[in-house]
């Protein structure tokens, strides 16, 4: 039998397997002030569940400002015809828009917002640059669910990424409710890597984004999981945020309610974990599911731009 060179191996075996993390969960060191962002007590809490809820975040304001700019470019007919506009199942419904914070101007500012980077550097320990940025949106009625995964999962085997040394950011510019398909988080999952079954075809991303096939846990392990800690739905006000672990396990139901959910994503990698080839062979995911051309470190900029937008708008 072959060595196993691959920590963290997945869809190369008939069987599921649950492989305990290898990699720490807050690079920086925590006996020792953490320096801007988070509190230490925040830190050891995103250690602990794999996640962190930081309610009424961003102002009223800004909130607005970035809610009209989402609304604005899922309707633009330009963006709808590019590949970074995925649609929902079976529908013409725009389900994200990927590569936001280079295709959007204030999306790109927010994706260098010094209070959001301050807390993706502590977490990761080193400089960040964005891996992949997107605007999810949940419309009333018609959004579709996001089945359970864990990103890292799909990240370490179709985009090559090392280790567990990203963290993703979802801002919250709708209320985030029971009814209209928050994200659920399973606390602690992020302990645990789901090796799955299934052999990735290629271009797997043209159907993963819409509706994920592979890389899909098995239900015995989701149950597990579950069993652990139970489920946390990631209901907050609009314009709070959740930073989460890039293995810890999570998905949404749809939205039947009348009411829209919209969030702006961003992943933050550290500079020191860059990708490298894809596993097995499969050819990269293009350049606005995975950042591949660029890891140069974020230059964070101060928030004062949104209020000086929305204040314009409030005129």
């Known amino acids: 039998m072959a060595p196993i060179t691959d920590a963290y191996e997945s869809r190369v075996t008939k069987d599921a397997a649950i492989i305990m993390r290898r990699d720490p969960v807050v690079y920086t060191d925590l006996t020792k002030d953490p320096g801007p962002g988070a509190t230490r007590e925040q830190l050891e809490n995103f250690k602990r569940d794999g996640f962190m809820l930081l309610e009424n975040f961003l102002s009223a304001r800004e909130t607005k400002a970035l809610l009209q700019e989402v609304e604005r470019i899922s309707h633009d007919p330009e963006i709808a015809r590019r590949d970074e506009a995925v649609r929902e199942p079976g529908g013409d419904i725009v389900r994200s828009v990927f590569r936001v914070h280079v295709i959007n101007k204030m999306l790109s500012r927010l994706s ?67 009814q209209n398909g928050p994200l659920m988080i399973m606390p602690g999952s992020h302990q645990y890597f789901i090796s799955c079954i299934g052999e990735t075809p290629d271009d ?36 709070s945020i959740v930073f989460f672990d890039c293995n810890a396990m999570h998905g949404s139901n749809s939205n039947i309610s009348p009411y829209p ?9 550290s500079v020191d974990n860059a990708l490298g080839n894809p596993k097995y062979g499969l050819n990269p995911r293009p350049e606005h599911v995975a950042t591949r051309e660029d890891f140069t470190p974020i230059k964070p900029v101060e928030p004062d731009y949104l209020r000086d937008v929305s204040k314009q708008m409030d005129r």
């Open 112 to 178: 260098r917002d010094r209070r959001l980077v301050n807390i993706a550097r502590q977490i990761v320990g080193s400089e960040v640059y964005v891996h992949q940025s997107r605007a999810n949106l949940k419309p009333g009625l018609f959004g579709k669910d996001f089945y359970w995964h864990s990103d890292f999962e799909t990240w370490h085997v179709e985009d090559g990424m090392p280790n567990m040394r990203a963290v993703s950011c979802s801002i919250l510019l709708t209320s985030n409710n029971d």
């Open 204 to 239: 797997h991303y043209k159907k993963s984004l819409r509706k994920q096939e592979y890389g899909v846990p098995d239900p015995d392990s989701l149950r597990f999981l579950a069993d652990q800690n139970g489920i946390r739905s990631m209901t907050a006000p609009a314009g």
């Open 261 to 269: 959910r919209s969030n702006v994503f961003f992943v933050f990698n």
